[in-house]
């Protein structure tokens, strides 16, 4: 499960997993963003978002490993959504 697929590191440890021949999944708020990834096809797509504890739980469900690579810099308020975004992960993985 990478949470943060969308971004730069996300972007390319996805890639790397495959090729390692792990099934990945990925959580994004617009799935759109991932319309142009040439792995696209080769990853199972959850539509939401790392602040939701419902949609965080079900992107879990049945996975046993997650790469937490979030971070809400666009924003003036990013180190609180940030440390909410991180426990309900957390919380969630628990």
Not at 25 to 52: F, I, N, S
Request: net charge negative.
């Amino acid at each position: 499960m990478v949470f943060g697929a969308t971004g730069y590191i996300g972007g390319r440890l996805v890639p790397e997993l495959l090729a390692a021949g792990h099934s990945v999944r990925v959580l994004a708020r617009d799935v759109g963003k991932l319309d142009d990834v040439p792995w696209r096809d080769r990853v199972d797509v959850v539509r939401g978002d790392v602040t939701r504890p419902d949609d965080v739980r079900g992107a879990l469900a049945g996975q046993d490993v997650l790469y937490y690579l979030v971070h809400s810099l666009a924003r003036t308020d990013f180190e609180h959504v940030d440390r909410e975004a991180a426990r309900t992960v957390a919380a969630a993985a628990d």
